[in-house]
Structure formats: C-alpha cells, structure tokens
C-alpha cells in the first residue's frame, strides 16, 4: 500500500494528457501559458492518483477485508479466510479501509477555510497593488467626495462619499436591526409557546432565504413610493429605504445567532433568579443577557458583516449617488454597489479596473478592524468573567 501500483500510475499519466489535450484544444489560437498548463495537469493527475487510489483500497476492503494486499497492477491479492461475508459486512469492510482518506479529507476541509480566505486576499491585493504604486494620489482617494471614472481629461476616484454612505448606511440600520433581533431571539427563546416557536423560527428562515435582489424589489417597489408619501423625500431609494431593507435582511441572522445564545445558558441561572422572587423581565436583562452575552454580540457582529457586505439590495434601494449624505432620505452610495456597478465596465488592468480592487482591500481592512475588535470585547468579557 506504500507504493503506488500500475493502476494509480494509469491513472496519473492518463489525467495529464486528457487535460492537455483538452488545454490545448480549447485554447487554439491562443497562447496558453507553460506554468498554468503544468500546474493544471499536475492538479488533475494527483486527483486522478488519489481517486485511484481510494478505490483500490475501497475493493480491497471489499473484498479481502483489513488483511489486503494488491499486485503490482492494484488488483486486491491474498487469502480469502478472513473476508467479510454478506454485502453489508463487505460494504463496511471497505469504508473502513478508506479510514486514512477520510481523515485527511476531514483535516483538508478544516485548512481549506483559511486557504481559501488567503487565496481571495492575494488576489484581491495582487490585482489593487498596482493602484498604489501608480500615479494614484492616496491622499485625493481617501479625502475627496469625487468619484467619476469617466471624466474627460483625468479621472477622479475620491471614496470619502461611498465610505460614508457605506458607513450611514451600516449604523442606521444596524440602529433598527439590533433591538428588533435581539427582542425576537428573547421572546422565541423565553416567551413564546412551542407551536408558535417552531412557526416563528420557520418564518425567521424563510426571511434568510430571500434572494437579495428580490429584497432589492422590495425596496424599490414596496418601500421607495411609501417614503415618498410619508416623508416628503424627492425619490424613494434613498439612505433610509437601504438602512431598512438592510435591517429586515440581518434580523434573521441575528436572531438565530442570538437566540442560540440565550438557550446555552443553563437552565439553572432561571431556577436560582425565580427562586429568589425575580420577574421574567429582571431574568432577561439581568441574568440571561450578561451571561450571554459573548454569544449575543457575536450575532451583532455577523448583522453588521451581513450589512456592510450586501451589495444588490443596497445598489437598487440606496439611489447609488456620490454624495455625503445631509438628511436621512438623501441618495448615497456604497463600496460594495460600487464594486457590482462597475467592474463589468472596467477595462481588465486599466486604472479604474485596478481602483475597483483597492476598495475591495478598503473593504477586507473594514472587516478586519470590525474582527479585531469583536476578538478584543470577547476576550475582555472573558477574562472578566475569569477574574
């Protein structure tokens, strides 16, 4: 089993040239790359080993048993004594000897996560780089409110506006999405009977569920004329329709988040607060929310990430104007709608194609900041708790 056998071999030697051969097919009239087209077939290769392996072990188990062993083709050799007998002993004869395989696909999916969030960020900053190190003005990009990539004579990339409309748009509606979750994930967790438990948290998924283009319509359609009814506002996608369709899109998350949280507590901490004469209300604020309430700003934090990284909704529901916002029904727009606006317009490597990707690493340094200082809240609540 240490060696590889003539059917893993095949099986490598015929991945690479299938993969070359298709490379080259599908790329005539183009210069393929030598290093991707190596690294391609040398991927493809080792999948088709691994797979080739995985099944020579599977029938191996199938049918010898653990005490397998393979000739030089992979085909399973050896006594028949100790082989399991009926298709269900077979069967799990032979998943037990893909027990290696299994752990190692366990272990990959573990550093996957991290891999592939190192992968994005490379990218990101492998394509952004060249902004900084070009003819952009650092100063003008962060400072100014002028933002027109098309301008005549020397375009203006000013983000001062889309960050403060990223940012207006983020706290208000975070401002209406905390209370309202954090008031649904405590009655569905203390008050609520179990049928209308069970109707709530199915209503809360379907809420999780909506596509955010549709929330997008909503808020166009649904909300835009209501604005311009009650408030008096010049248009209905405006910083307040983005804040509260953003609102209704994180309560879901929070709630679910949250509501886990306060059922973690034990049940004891209920029984001790009623036993010395506390109501439900003084149980909530003053036993359940403190100590639960790394969990509970753990579902604040995910609301604020669902937010500041919504893109469709708020390109549809905030106007997409590039202007610092005076009033709440003023127009705004955000990194994010940005980014989705105009990437299919920007020429790949130009200027503006580069900019685009300098504020997606504007972004990634937002949610790290955010990260970081969660991290730090969580541990000073723990080390208080500790002390």
């Given at each position: 089993m240490g060696r590889n056998s003539g059917l893993e071999i095949i099986a490598f030697i015929a991945a690479v040239v299938i993969t070359t051969v298709v490379r080259v097919f599908m790329d005539e009239g183009g210069a393929e790359q030598p290093i991707s087209l190596v690294l391609t077939c040398f991927v493809y290769g080792v999948l088709a080993l691994l797979s080739a392996n995985i099944i020579k072990n599977?029938?191996?188990?199938?049918?010898?048993?653990?005490?397998?062993?393979?000739?030089?083709?992979?085909?399973?050799?050896?006594?028949?004594?100790?082989?399991?007998?009926?298709?269900?002993?077979?069967?799990m004869s032979g998943l037990d000897a893909m027990e290696r395989h299994v752990e190692w696909f366990i272990r990959i999916c573990g550093w996957s996560a991290i891999l592939f969030v190192m992968a994005i960020f490379f990218f990101v900053i492998k394509e952004g780089a060249p902004a900084l190190v070009g003819d952009l003005d650092l100063w003008n990009f962060f400072s100014s409110t002028k933002w027109d990539p098309t301008a005549a004579g020397k375009s203006e990339y000013g983000i001062l506006a889309l960050i403060v409309g990223t940012l207006s748009v983020t706290i208000l509606s975070m401002l209406l999405a905390v209370p309202l979750g954090l008031g649904a994930a405590t009655y569905v967790s203390e008050f609520a009977g179990t049928r209308t438990k069970e109707t709530l948290k199915v209503l809360i998924e379907l809420l999780a569920a909506i596509p955010s283009v549709v929330w997008g319509f909503i808020g166009m359609m649904v909300l835009?004329?209501?604005?311009?009814?009650?408030?008096?506002?010049?248009?209905?996608?405006?910083?307040?329709?983005?804040?509260?369709i953003l609102a209704l899109m994180s309560v879901p998350v929070i709630v679910s988040v949250a509501e886990d949280s306060l059922r973690a507590v034990p049940d004891s901490y209920r029984e001790a607060a009623l036993a010395m004469g506390a109501t439900r209300w003084e149980i909530v604020s003053r036993v359940l929310f403190p100590a639960a309430k790394s969990g509970l700003l753990a579902a604040v934090l995910l609301g604020v990430g669902r937010a500041i990284g919504e893109t469709m909704a708020v390109l549809m529901a905030t106007g997409h104007s590039g202007r610092i916002p005076q009033s709440l029904v003023d127009p705004v727009q955000t990194l994010?709608?940005?980014?989705?606006?105009?990437?299919?317009?920007?020429?790949r490597g130009g200027e503006h194609y580069q900019v685009l990707f300098l504020i997606g690493i504007v972004l990634f340094a937002f949610a790290f900041v955010v990260n970081m200082v969660a991290d730090l809240i969580v541990k000073g609540i723990r080390n208080e708790k500790n002390g």
């Amino acid at each position: 089993m240490g060696r590889n056998s003539g059917l893993e071999i095949i099986a490598f030697i015929a991945a690479v040239v299938i993969t070359t051969v298709v490379r080259v097919f599908m790329d005539e009239g183009g210069a393929e790359q030598p290093i991707s087209l190596v690294l391609t077939c040398f991927v493809y290769g080792v999948l088709a080993l691994l797979s080739a392996n995985i099944i020579k072990n599977f029938l191996g188990g199938y049918m010898l048993g653990s005490n397998a062993q393979f000739n030089w083709v992979g085909w399973p050799t050896g006594s028949r004594a100790g082989a399991p007998r009926g298709f269900r002993a077979r069967m799990m004869s032979g998943l037990d000897a893909m027990e290696r395989h299994v752990e190692w696909f366990i272990r990959i999916c573990g550093w996957s996560a991290i891999l592939f969030v190192m992968a994005i960020f490379f990218f990101v900053i492998k394509e952004g780089a060249p902004a900084l190190v070009g003819d952009l003005d650092l100063w003008n990009f962060f400072s100014s409110t002028k933002w027109d990539p098309t301008a005549a004579g020397k375009s203006e990339y000013g983000i001062l506006a889309l960050i403060v409309g990223t940012l207006s748009v983020t706290i208000l509606s975070m401002l209406l999405a905390v209370p309202l979750g954090l008031g649904a994930a405590t009655y569905v967790s203390e008050f609520a009977g179990t049928r209308t438990k069970e109707t709530l948290k199915v209503l809360i998924e379907l809420l999780a569920a909506i596509p955010s283009v549709v929330w997008g319509f909503i808020g166009m359609m649904v909300l835009g004329p209501i604005l311009v009814t009650t408030t008096g506002a010049s248009v209905g996608v405006n910083m307040l329709n983005g804040a509260l369709i953003l609102a209704l899109m994180s309560v879901p998350v929070i709630v679910s988040v949250a509501e886990d949280s306060l059922r973690a507590v034990p049940d004891s901490y209920r029984e001790a607060a009623l036993a010395m004469g506390a109501t439900r209300w003084e149980i909530v604020s003053r036993v359940l929310f403190p100590a639960a309430k790394s969990g509970l700003l753990a579902a604040v934090l995910l609301g604020v990430g669902r937010a500041i990284g919504e893109t469709m909704a708020v390109l549809m529901a905030t106007g997409h104007s590039g202007r610092i916002p005076q009033s709440l029904v003023d127009p705004v727009q955000t990194l994010t709608a940005t980014i989705a606006a105009e990437m299919g317009e920007a020429p790949r490597g130009g200027e503006h194609y580069q900019v685009l990707f300098l504020i997606g690493i504007v972004l990634f340094a937002f949610a790290f900041v955010v990260n970081m200082v969660a991290d730090l809240i969580v541990k000073g609540i723990r080390n208080e708790k500790n002390g």
